[in-house]
């Protein structure tokens, strides 16, 4: 059984957000959108939170489109599902939905969603690395402040940190459009296909001129710092290369860029050579 | 912890639901999960809990016809929803079609895990009534099975699916 906390369960944003301004019973509930991440914490028990604002019935937060500008809008309650079903995301960020296929499995990409994701702040992430290489900003909202757009760069000033201010909530994200004639890749390396929190977590952004040099790359990674990162020497290396001449020196920049860790699942050392290998195999194939 | 009689424990509350295409109504506490209603309040022992961390797929049901894991799934986040359990997917005596070739192939051998990948595996055939073997193990890949290792169990399906 879960603990025995109070559950809000808001049908309205309007009502979500003034429980988060004026908490009922003097606490800031945690808020909650599939439960993925939240629900496992709370049944091992290991962290119980004073009460939980559950999102779900949020219908305002869903849905996928494309706004003047040709950014794609995904609201923060959409599902891994919806954005793999979905003909927008597809042809928009398809990225995304490569990395919306390699989280859980059917029943965890029916619950789980990009909010939830963004909000949870692991370095681990599967779909953080694409908001990043492809650009994105979030869009938060507040009882008391309105709503707020800033860049997915620097959205976390440090290990599981956030830039939600107390009161707010992600409504969803503006994704950038990908440059004319961009191609997209991502990558993840885990224990097995399904069901593994990453190892290593790639993507990446590239667009060649006419005269086949890189006009555009743009790379990140998760799990290979306490946050996930734009690889910046790694693009720096490339730029204004043919990917053939510059794919070496793109993988030593991504060696130099990451700060991986040893832990449970993986070392420092398999981290550093894998996103290097793999980012140069990547820019080679361009 | 406080007094029981004292405590401020969140009051329960009225929920209605489709189980198995009958309505099931009952009183659960805010934080009660899917799993626990299903079993302890609706005793429909069929479902089980694995690790209770959405990894084994265990607890694996049907809300509205998707695949959930009912573990990581709070009860009131159903109401008024269709929820099929293992205890819904035979008519009767008359097992489905990947019930029995289950059972033909010796798919199950503790057959904890059986309802989870049964339940996720009707959902595929619904959808997808001839799958490949590829498509089988990705709508698979969420449920664990201890015993088998898989290959009696994608037999089960490709046997189920076939003319």
Redesign the interface.
């Given at each position: 059984?879960?603990?025995?906390?109070?559950?809000h369960?808001p049908s309205s944003l309007e009502e979500a957000l003034a429980l988060l301004a004026d908490p009922p019973d003097g606490e800031r509930p945690t808020p909650m959108a599939?439960?993925?991440d939240i629900?496992?914490v709370?049944?091992?028990r290991h962290v119980v939170p004073s009460s939980?604002l559950?999102l779900?019935?949020l219908d305002e937060l869903r849905g996928l489109s494309v706004q003047d500008d040709g950014t794609l809008w995904i609201g923060a309650l959409s599902t891994y599902?919806s954005i793999i079903a979905s003909p927008l995301a597809n042809a928009h960020c398809p990225a995304l939905v490569e990395a919306a296929r390699t989280v859980?499995?059917?029943?965890?990409q029916?619950?789980g969603t990009l909010g939830g994701n963004v909000a949870n702040a692991s370095p681990a992430g599967d779909s953080l690395p694409v908001l990043l290489a492809q650009g994105c900003d979030v869009v938060l909202q507040s009882r008391d402040g309105g709503r707020r757009t800033r860049s997915f760069d620097g959205f976390y000033a440090g290990y599981r940190q956030a830039d939600i201010q107390p009161g707010e909530l992600i409504i969803g994200f503006r994704i950038h459009a990908l440059p004319p004639g961009a191609t997209s890749w991502y990558r993840k390396v885990g224990t097995r296909?399904?069901?593994a929190i990453s190892k290593v977590v790639l993507a990446g952004v590239a667009a060649c001129g006419d005269d086949g040099t890189l006009t555009t790359l743009r790379i990140a990674a998760g799990s290979v710092a306490p946050t996930p990162i734009r690889l910046a020497a790694a693009e720096a290396a490339g730029l204004g290369g043919r990917p053939t001449d510059v794919a070496a020196a793109v993988g030593a920049g991504a060696r130099a860029d990451v700060t991986p860790i040893d832990d449970v699942r993986s070392n420092a050392l398999y981290r550093r050579e894998v996103s290097g290998r793999l980012v140069e195999s990547w820019v080679r194939s361009l | 912890m406080t007094d029981a009689t004292t405590s401020t424990r969140p009051a329960k509350r009225i929920l209605s639901l489709r189980i198995n295409g009958s309505t099931w109504e009952g009183a659960v506490e805010p934080s009660a999960l899917l799993l626990d209603v299903l079993r302890y309040q609706a005793g429909l022992t069929g479902t089980k809990r694995g690790c209770d961390m959405g990894t084994c797929g265990c607890c694996a049901v049907r809300v509205d016809g998707e695949p959930r894991l009912s573990c990581l799934t709070l009860a009131l986040d159903c109401e008024g929803r269709d929820i099929k359990t293992i205890e819904g997917v035979a008519d009767g005596p008359l097992l489905s079609s990947l019930q029995q070739e289950w059972a033909d192939c010796g798919a199950a051998q503790c057959g904890f895990c059986t309802p989870g990948f049964i339940m996720v595996g009707e959902a595929l055939l619904e959808r997808n009534p001839k799958p490949s073997e590829a498509e089988v193990r990705e709508a698979i890949a969420g449920n664990l099975c201890r015993c088998t290792g898989y290959v009696k169990i994608v037999e089960a399906f490709m046997r189920a699916t076939a003319d």
């Open positions: 059984m879960l603990a025995d906390i109070p559950v369960r599939g439960g993925t629900m496992v709370l049944n091992s939980v559950d779900w019935k599902r859980g499995a059917v029943q965890i029916s619950r296909l399904a069901q | -």
